[in-house]
Structures are given as C-alpha cells and as structure tokens.
T-cell receptor, first 113, second 120 residues
Framework: KQEVTQIPAALSVPEGENLVLNCSFTDSAIYNLQWFRQDPGKGLTSLLLIQSSQREQTSGRLNASLDKSSGRSTLYIAASQPGDSATYLCAVTTSGGSYIPTFGRGTSLIVHP | EAGVAQSPRYKIIEKRQSVAFWCNPISGHATLYWYQQILGQGPKLLIQFQNNGVVDDSQLPKDRFSAERLKGVDSTLKIQPAKLEDSAVYLC??????????????????FGSGTQLSVL
C-alpha cells in the first residue's frame, strides 16, 4: 500500500525566500505525481504533474522534481510571496491496480510580508 | 470551461440522520472520485468511478456510505446514518483519463470546492 509523507508539516517564512517542500513515498512503482495547492475552505488546485518518465516540471516560480529510486519529490518555490500562503499537497498515483491518487497530509505554508 | 460543481457547500446534521452530496464533473471527464478530508489530514479516497462503473470502493464504509454515478455523468454520495466521525470535507474530483489501461495525455485531477459536513 502506497504511503505518502510530507515534511515539514508547517512552514513560516518571510517574503522573498526560496522554499523547498518535500514529499516521500514508499512504493517507487509510480505512474505520476501531482502537486496541489489548497486554500482555506476551498478545494484543491493542481499545480504540477510529473509523469513517471519525467524528472521535473516547471510552471512560473514553481519547479517540481521527481526521484523515483529514492521515493522523493520536491516542490521548489522561488521568491515566495504572501499570496503563496496555502497548504501544499502531493498525490502519488501508483502503477497497476486501480491507479488511485494517494495524498500526503500536506505542508501548511505562511509567507509573511 | 466550467469546473467541477458540488452542492451543498455546507451541511449540518445530527448523528444518525442521513445526508446526500451531489457532484457534476467537468464535461467529458470519464473518471470521477469522491474523497473525504478530515481536518488536518490529506484527502482519503472513498470511491472511484470510470464512466458509470465502480473501479475502487475498497475504503468506502459500505454499511453507511453509498455512491452512484448515473449515466456516467453526475454522482451522488450518501451517508445513512451519519456518525460524529463523519464530520469532514467531502471532495469530488474528475479527470479526463479514459478506460483503465488506456490513458489520456492529461492526467490532472480537477477538484470541486467540496461540501463541509458537520455531524452534531
């Protein structure tokens, strides 16, 4: 059974800092990995999706990397802004079976001015 | 493009009552998921549909939860009777992924805003 862990659970940084959020998974036979953003009281918004054959994906100030052999993904946020404050979750879809996305608990990020 | 629609937005009920949630996925999306998110935790899958067939419901408490997806479009999730521990946000998501074993190029999940359920 796939297990997904996200570290740290919470993070508070001043505006302008570069950040790294971590996601680890126990089963390396993955199909894809997605990073999501969740604002309080709202649903999840997909930020980046990395296919199993890819090493990284970039969108604006966001960069996500994938290392299947070590069971890790990182989300890099450059030049953080107060508007980046949210909870960031990663979801791993394992190959075979039902291809169910399994989520971590998320990292709660606060960027203060 | 319209997003995933869910209703109601909030629901407060007493334990042992019944409740139903509705989801309308993005048009053309074959796969639909219901997730339960307890405060402070990540979403946990309850059930996955491919068109109108159930792909995985292994984590659905079938003694009290039921779900259907009529005609492969809208879906409803029902809880009867509700327990205190069912208090959570119920999220619906859809994906354009095709039938199992043949996947589209865009696997992203699109979520609705969720239904926040409080059981008193």
């Amino acid at each position: 059974k796939q297990e997904v862990t996200q570290i740290p659970a919470a993070l508070s940084v001043p505006e302008g800092e570069n950040l790294v959020l971590n996601c680890s998974f126990t089963d390396s036979a993955i199909y894809n990995l997605q990073w999501f953003r969740q604002d309080p009281g709202k649903g999840l918004t997909s930020l980046l999706l990395i296919q199993s054959s890819q090493r990284e994906q970039t969108s604006g100030r966001l960069n996500a990397s994938l290392d299947k052999s070590s069971g890790r993904s990182t989300l890099y946020i450059a030049a953080s802004q107060p508007g980046d404050s949210a909870t960031y979750l990663c979801a791993v879809t394992t190959s075979g079976g039902s291809y169910i996305p399994t989520f971590g608990r998320g990292t709660s990020l606060i960027v203060h001015p | 493009e319209a997003g995933v629609a869910q209703s109601p937005r909030y629901k407060i009920i007493e334990k042992r009552q019944s409740v139903a949630f509705w989801c309308n996925p993005i048009s053309g999306h074959a796969t639909l998921y219901w997730y339960q998110q307890i405060l402070g935790q990540g979403p946990k899958l309850l059930i996955q549909f491919q068109n109108n067939g159930v792909v995985d419901d292994s984590q659905l408490p079938k003694d009290r939860f039921s779900a259907e997806r009529l005609k492969g479009v809208d879906s409803t999730l029902k809880i009867q009777p509700a327990k205190l521990e069912d208090s959570a946000v119920y999220l619906c998501a859809s994906s354009p992924r095709g039938p199992q074993g043949r996947f589209g190029t865009n696997e992203k999940l699109f979520f609705g805003s969720g239904t926040q359920l409080s059981v008193l």
